[in-house]
């Protein structure tokens, strides 16, 4: 229960950065505070309760094998998104850089959406 409060205030986070983007300092004190969350739950889950094997041991339903599929996507595009944003708040990003970071973070955020639905089937 704990651990989905802890995914639902990083799924806030996420929406709030989503909404304040083009305020630039603080879209990127929300996505990073989010992102940061939700990776740290990861690695927690992990460390606790050994999730990633659970994951590619168990049988799931759909919904919750839709769930890891959809987080795990999300979690991955994180590190894409994160380098690129940095590029980009630093300046060096250019408009190519620009256009794969909001390409990736819509998918990103996408996948990160139907994963915070689909948790509740956990």
């Known amino acids: 229960m704990i651990a989905k409060g802890f995914a639902t205030l990083a799924y806030t986070l996420l929406v709030l950065g989503v909404i304040q983007r083009k305020s630039r300092r603080l ?3 929300l996505m ?4 940061a969350l939700d990776t740290a739950l990861v690695l927690t889950l992990q460390i606790q309760r050994s999730v990633i ?3 590619a041991t168990e ?4 919904l ?3 769930h890891s599929l959809a987080s795990t996507l999300a979690f ?5 998104v994160v380098f690129l944003g ?3 708040f630093l300046g060096r990003g250019g408009a190519r850089g620009r256009a794969w970071h909001i390409r990736l973070a ?12 689909l948790m509740f089937s956990m």
């Open 53 to 55: 094997q659970e994951a």
């Open 32 to 35: 990073a505070s989010g992102i």
């Open 27 to 29: 879209h990127v004190a």
């Open 106 to 117: 819509i998918t990103a955020f996408c996948f990160r959406s139907a994963g915070f639905l």
């Open 76 to 80: 991955a595009l994180y590190f894409p």
């Open 59 to 62: 049988t799931f339903n759909l």
């Open 86 to 88: 940095v590029n980009q």
């Open 64 to 66: 919750q094998a839709g």
